[in-house]
């Protein structure tokens, strides 16, 4: 097998030695013992082979690469951290990533790869990667089932995730064994129902969970988020959830020790399902009153008023470190007195 690899390798060098018409115009920088090649903006349609072999950043930002031949990468054997953002491509192939076993970090975000055309086993020879982002990929998100297909299974490793958010996400597979993913953000996000079952096939040790601009409204139910016992962060700054319905999904979450709650902009007009003016209430605020918060952010939700003292019954304001509340629409002086109260 090794034997193989390394023909089919030479091969490819050569091959590529005699079709390369122009040396790509990366610059090389050194610092310490680390060093880097950017070659942005290139127009690169293959990933060049004229580098030094000892580079461990490897920067190909904004090329017009389409895909990745097997093999790219394999003779920059220490490469660590490797962008491949803000290009073309479309797709993968199964030895892409190949002889690049020590890569920690690949950014593949805004491309044009579909979170279903992922080739089974193409990530199997980067096991140790602990940081993905593959978000920003799909413009326009589909409406049917779409099965994941990152074929994650082999990134035992993996703590940092980013991925798009299909509209009906099939989600099961993709994530076995990914034991050690602890921050997962979906971007772009056009999910629009998120039942208790939908996380159900993540990873349980998951401390920060990021739902940002998902562009259109989407209902969840009320036990959703109670698969994440680890839960420290939560963001859905930008969705269409509406605060009354976000409040809610906190249902799980009660007792939690948190350092961030993000809630900033959640609001819309366009959401018919309730009331654009948000009044605070004793009933609405019950469940977020019980968690231990370090930074809460609920600017930006046309909150109108605040009934019955309901931001002064927070059990553990001694958890508090920051708490922005900007731009809502209640006065100010009721304000002053709901937090003279509150920090008294
Ligand atoms: C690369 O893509 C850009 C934008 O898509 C295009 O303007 C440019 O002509 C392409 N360059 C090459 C070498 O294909
Ligand atoms: C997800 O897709 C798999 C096929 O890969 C299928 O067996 C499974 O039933 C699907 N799950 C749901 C909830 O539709
Ligand atoms: C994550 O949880 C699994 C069991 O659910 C455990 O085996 C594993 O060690 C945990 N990983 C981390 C990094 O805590
Ligand atoms: C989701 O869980 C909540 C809380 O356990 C429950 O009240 C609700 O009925 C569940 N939704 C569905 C569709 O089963």
Known sequence: MYKYQE???????????????????????????????????????????????????LDLRWNNLTTIQNYAFARYTVLEHLYICDNQLRSLMIYSFCGVQNLQLLALSGNKLDVSVYPYGVFRPIENLEYLDASRNMKN??????????????????????????????LSKSFMGMNSLQKLWFDYCYIYYISNKTFTSLPKNITELRMQNCKSFFTIESDALRHFSSLNALDFSGSHIHLHQALRSLYPLQNYRMKEINFHHITYASITRYDYDVILSKEMMKYIAT?????????????????????????HPECFINVILSANRFGIEQMEIEFLYFFY
């Open 7 to 57: 023909q089919k390798w030479i091969m490819f060098v050569l091959l590529f030695k005699f079709v390369q018409i122009s040396k790509a115009n990366c610059k090389i920088q050194i610092e310490k013992v680390y060093k880097s090649a950017f070659c942005w903006h290139q127009g690169l349609v293959s990933v060049p082979q004229d580098l030094p072999v000892d580079i461990n950043r």
């Open 291 to 315: 968690i231990c918060i370090q930074t809460l952010d609920i600017s930006y939700n046309n909150i109108v008023a605040i009934k019955e003292m309901s931001l002064i019954m927070f059990r």
């Open 141 to 170: 998100g589909k409406t049917d089932e779409v099965v994941y297909s990152l074929a994650f299974n082999h990134l035992v490793h993996l703590r940092e995730l980013h991925v798009d958010l299909v509209s009906k996400p099939n």
